[in-house]
């Protein structure tokens, strides 16, 4: 009698997963109305999509699910069709991906700065460089220490295209290439006492918890444009390119660029993004 | 599937050329993991067996807290390490966040509750038969546990190769208390994360076929080990 009880205690928890599972298979009725959207780690870090995604989905209808991963992995998740629209920022990848026809209807949306920042001491003396050539320069010649995002992001491109400008290979004990996201680079940068090179966006949004400054900034170089690509349709036909197509427009619309350029300005002093749609 | 396909491919032939990176991940891979889990079986089959053999208060909580904590979350065990190393936390000065001692720290924390617990399983299971057995063949008290933990081997090779499997296969601790740093603290879990992170999937195989093959090899070991002390005499024959 008591072995009976338990098994059908067992029955009642296996079906009650079973019908949430149930729930769970109905909702892809609704796809057409949910887009699926890749994204870096730094987009998403920085809150932006937070305010702009309800006013999306409040304007047009359309749900949007975030998959916020590294550059490179967005680019592959559009390139499988397993998401439908893609805002990154490594522009030489981006035209590879349209290039590849894996891709249509890119624009540009905005963009933001990178600097570098580093410790209060100074070893390298940048502070106040304004060259972010020489800046690294002067990093490699003391051997400061150096934490590299090390992934293949658009952050690492850009910091490995600027290395080939100064024209050196960094590598030895003072360059640490760590694998890992820009919030988690931050974070082991400060732990080292190291200068790192980082998007304005986690760094306000960090500066509180960490002790390293800003040393070197305002270089042409160190902007960081970013896109967006709607999957072509013509590939896989189970994407959602209405959806897509909607959200790329309202995104270089009036209203989302003149979000765009507030965004943070109360909360953090300064604005973290400058729109540039055309 | 294709790209599953080249990862099988692309592992076989990162294996044979003993790419020169690969190698070196490996190997600190196998000394942390390694290094954790001898900590872990030195402290927690004495733990485990005392727990099951001895009386002592709030035993049954003990045992409830252990078992609690074989569920530990990767991330949650590296972030209270990460905590504790930080160089704002309490044990800074010592410099050990970013380092293979940091990682196996955390590896270690994961063990631990998993050998203590099973142990203690497994001692459990053995009958008071065997400690009045070795009692009347003129054993010392301490030889009659001896033979009770003896008896129990088989429980506690279970338990020091789950344990084994958790700390091989977990990545949340070793990439926040280890950082991941190129030559330095990367090992092949968080290998795997970076390489997914960048597209390269297929790389990410290869390397998830080198770790399972590895943990094949160290558990093949491990049981062949076993069976030679058992002889064959302890299996069951159904008839």
């Given at each position: ?10 029955a ?7 019908l ?5 298979a ?9 887009l ?12 932006l ?8 989905t ?13 550059t ?84 690492h ?5 600027l ?30 006492v190291a200068?790192?090179?980082?998007d ?5 949004f960090?500066?509180d ?11 042409e170089?160190l ?30 619309y ?6 765009i ?18 | ?37 001898f900590?872990?079986?030195f ?40 905590l ?21 720290i ?37 030889q009659?546990?001896?033979a ?48 997914t992170?960048m ?6 195989i ?34």
């Amino acid at each position: 009698m008591k072995k009976n009880r338990f098994i059908w205690l067992v029955a009642l928890v296996m079906s009650l997963f079973l019908l949430t599972a149930c729930g769970q298979a109905a909702d892809q009725d609704e796809q057409n109305t949910l887009l699926k959207l890749a994204t870096t780690t730094s987009t998403e870090d920085s809150g932006l999509l937070d305010v702009l995604l309800p006013e999306f989905t409040a304007d047009t209808g359309f749900e949007v699910d975030v998959i916020a991963v590294g550059t490179g992995q967005a680019i592959v998740l559009g390139e499988n069709g397993d998401v439908d629209v893609i805002l990154v920022h490594a522009r030489a990848a981006e035209d590879a991906f349209v290039a590849g026809g894996h891709g249509v209807d890119r624009k540009d949306v905005m963009y933001n700065d990178f600097l570098i920042i580093g410790p209060a001491n100074d070893p390298a003396g940048i502070k106040g460089e304004t060259n972010v050539i020489t800046a690294l320069q002067k990093i490699a010649q003391t051997e400061s220490v150096f934490v590299s995002r090390g992934d293949n992001s658009g952050t690492h491109i850009m910091e490995q295209n600027l290395w080939n400008e100064v024209g050196i290979e960094p590598q030895g004990e003072w360059y640490r290439e760590v694998g890992q996201g820009m919030g988690e680079t931050f974070r082991m940068a400060d732990e080292m006492v190291a200068y790192t090179l980082i998007d304005r966006a986690t760094y306000l949004f960090n500066r509180d918890n960490y002790t390293l400054e800003p040393a070197a900034e305002g270089d042409e170089r160190l902007f960081n444009p970013y896109g967006v690509i709607a999957v072509n349709p013509d590939k896989y036909d189970h994407v959602n390119y209405d959806g897509a197509v909607a959200f790329i427009e309202w995104l270089v619309y009036d209203k989302a660029q003149k979000m765009i350029e507030v965004y943070g300005v109360d909360e953090l002093g300064q604005a973290l993004f400058v729109p540039n749609a055309e | 599937m294709d790209v599953i396909w080249q990862g099988v491919k692309e592992g076989f032939f990162l294996i044979l050329s003993l790419d020169q990176e690969l190698v070196s991940i490996t190997v600190l891979s196998l000394q942390v993991s390694l290094t954790a889990l001898f900590i872990a079986a030195f402290l927690g089959i004495p733990v485990g067996a005392a727990l099951a053999l001895k009386k002592i208060p709030g035993k049954k909580m003990i045992l409830n807290i252990i078992y609690t904590f074989m569920g530990l979350p990767p991330v949650l065990a590296g972030l209270l390490v990460y905590l504790f190393l930080s160089s704002r936390g309490p044990l800074g000065e010592y410099q050990l966040l970013f380092t293979p001692t940091a990682m196996i720290i955390a590896q270690f924390l994961l063990a631990l509750p998993i050998v203590a617990g099973l142990s203690a399983r497994a001692v459990m299971t053995q009958r008071q038969e065997v400690y009045d057995t070795a009692v009347t063949l003129g054993a010392t008290r301490r030889q009659a546990v001896w033979a009770i933990i003896r008896e129990s081997r088989l429980g506690i090779i279970a338990a020091i190769t789950t344990a084994l499997g958790r700390v091989m296969a977990e990545v949340g601790a070793v990439m926040m208390v280890g950082g991941n740093i190129k030559g330095k603290t990367r090992v092949m879990t968080t290998s795997i994360v970076l390489e997914t992170r960048m597209g390269n999937d297929s790389t990410a195989i290869a390397i998830g076929i080198i770790l399972l093959s590895i943990s094949f090899l160290i558990t093949f070991f491990i049981i062949a080990l076993e069976k030679r002390s058992f002889k064959d005499d302890s299996s069951i024959h159904i008839v």
